[in-house]
């Protein structure tokens, strides 16, 4: 071997080596720097069995517990604390809950979520000893309402500002929660109303300052599950007056329960979750619409339609409102869903039979339009629900009055919606995608299915039952055609095989021969007529 060649490979050698080091030394860098990881393990069940006891043990049964204790000090104030004096009555109660309140101060600072608990509750007992100071005839010693009403506003004011020093959701929610509650234990006035909208008005406080979710859904959670309670305690809202101030006392709470928690939600609309908007928005509306409609319906049951059209103008305003401030799309498809699914069943008490029928389709058919102009997924469903309720309905009215074009117009509806939902203009939002728009078209097609066969049903004598599916199939295929779409063509599909069912098991023996002979030529021809076009458009396509 030349020398030449023998330092060439020592070359070759040396840097090979070198890169081997640098390799060695990469490596060795990648993996101190890599994180250690750590095997998965896997809870046994006996551990987690424990810690769903400790749960319960420790986040529900303090909850609970305060609850029961702080509703028991009530009790005890309204049927014994009248046989006391004043100053007895004022002492005993404000030291009863600074005792609590203390104790729970002192259990902080060792447990501090188990202390704040207790503390919360001292706090509720305080609100309900100066409510009952004067709104409890028992126990009455102020008899001024305004200085009665500027103590309790002064009480939730302090609620407000310790928990919010404290920065203590738990405190927040449990007084206001249990200040709501023991406040219904009495009779329920005007003076009711005003300090349960104190309590709710802080509670929504926290919601607009802090974004706490917890304290204003509790809230409001309790002011309408205590309307229940009121709702089945008659004698005890607004004892002695006439039903129609019973009912406008009654629909007053929830009137203005109702604004103040709606406001609440759109004041910082995108600074809360998507999920507790939402919840806070569907909470708020069936509070009102049930417990609306049954106070409506027990005191005055032929205003209740308008009622329903108060309240879905209502939800209406709110739906511009969440639109302008921005909100989730979701609570803004929510208000407008629910402002036409209330106007919907608002119309019974308007309407029956047929003119119900027109109703519900004029009110689905122009929701399902309207859904799909503002970009609302949720309102076009509602629309869609809307006019197969109607379809549903027609069955209830009698041939004679119509029911034929009440199917017709049910069929224009549907067609419309579902013509709407894949409508594509530059003034309009994008459609609905993918499988959500598929399925929308899949279930106008089918009612329009439906409203044809039924429709034909009614103009086709019995005999030629048959026949009149064949044509409704027919009509199908034709529509499917005529707007490019193929939903239409499934439906027909469907309708055929019906027919054809129908065709061998019912007509091929229950028949006289010349319905016989007329329902097979007919039904062989209009099904060569539609296999022909599908041939014609495939060898189009090839």
């Not at 305004?146 to 506003?153: D, G, H, S, T």
């Not at 609905?432 to 429709?455: D, I, K, M, P, T």
């Not at 199939?473 to 499934?490: D, K, S």
Request: aromatic fraction near 10%; hydrophobic fraction near 55%.
């Amino acid at each position: 071997m030349a020398e030449g060649d023998t330092e060439d490979l020592r070359d070759t050698v040396r840097r090979l080596e070198e890169t081997v080091a640098r390799l060695e030394a990469r490596i060795e860098q990648l993996e101190t720097e890599a994180p250690a990881v750590e095997p998965v393990e896997r809870v046994p069940e006996t551990e987690r069995t424990q810690d769903l006891e400790a749960h319960l043990g420790t986040y529900w049964l303090s909850r609970v517990g305060i609850v029961a204790l702080i509703i028991g000090f009530a009790f005890l104030i309204i049927y014994h604390f009248g046989e006391l004096g004043v100053l007895a009555r004022v002492g005993a109660g404000y030291l009863l809950s600074a005792g609590l309140a203390a104790l729970g101060l002192w259990l902080s600072k060792r447990h501090e979520l188990f202390g704040r608990i207790v503390f919360g509750g001292g706090l509720a007992l305080a609100y309900f000893v100066t409510y009952a100071l004067h709104f409890v005839p028992a126990v009455r010693v102020i008899e001024s309402e305004p200085l009665a009403l500027v103590l309790l506003a002064l009480n939730v004011v302090g609620i407000v500002v310790i928990a919010q020093r404290m920065q203590s959701e738990t405190v927040a929610g449990i007084a206001l929660f249990l200040g709501l509650r023991t406040g219904m234990l009495s009779d329920i006035t005007s003076f009711t109303l005003m300090s349960t909208t104190m309590l709710a008005g802080g509670a929504l406080f926290f919601l607009v300052k802090n974004r706490w979710v917890f304290v204003p859904l509790s809230s409001l959670v309790a002011v309408y599950s205590t309307h229940v309670v009121w709702a089945m305690r008659e004698e005890a809202l607004a004892p002695g007056q006439p039903d129609s101030e019973r009912l406008a006392l009654s629909l007053s709470f929830l009137a203005l329960y109702y604004v103040i928690f709606s406001v609440a939600l759109l004041v910082h609309p995108r600074e809360i979750s998507r999920r507790a908007a939402l919840s806070f928005a569907l909470l708020n509306w069936v509070g009102m619409l049930v417990l609306g409609a049954v106070e409506v319906g027990r005191w005055g049951e032929p205003h209740l339609f308008t009622f329903f059209v108060a309240l879905a103008l209502a939800q209406g305003v709110g739906a511009a409102v969440a639109g302008w401030r921005n909100s989730h799309p979701a609570v803004l498809q929510a208000f407008l869903a629910t402002s036409g699914l209330t106007l919907a069943l608002g119309l019974p008490w308007e309407y029956e039979d047929s003119a119900l029928v027109r109703a519900w389709t004029a009110v689905g058919g122009v929701a399902g339009v309207a859904g799909r102009a503002l970009g609302a997924g949720a309102l076009q469903v509602v629309g869609v629900g809307i006019l197969y309720v109607a379809l549903v309905a027609t069955w209830q009215v009698p041939s004679s009055t119509g029911r034929a074009l009440l199917d017709a117009a049910l069929l224009v509806g549907f067609v419309l919606v579902e013509r709407a939902a894949v409508a594509r203009t530059e003034r309009l939002p994008p459609p609905l995608e993918g499988s959500r728009r598929g399925a929308l078209q899949f279930s106008c097609a089918a009612g329009a299915g439906l409203a044809l066969v039924w429709l034909v049903g009614e103009r086709m004598p019995e005999d030629l039952t048959t026949l009149g599916w064949g044509m409704a199939a027919f009509g199908l295929f034709a529509l499917g055609f005529a707007v490019r779409e193929r939903w239409y063509r499934f439906v027909g599909l469907a309708v055929l095989a019906f027919t054809l069912g129908r065709l061998v098991f019912v007509d091929l023996s229950g028949l006289p021969p010349d319905q016989r002979i007329l329902t097979f030529i007919l039904l062989g021809l209009m099904l060569l007529a539609v296999s022909y076009v599908y041939t014609r458009l495939r060898g189009n396509r090839s």
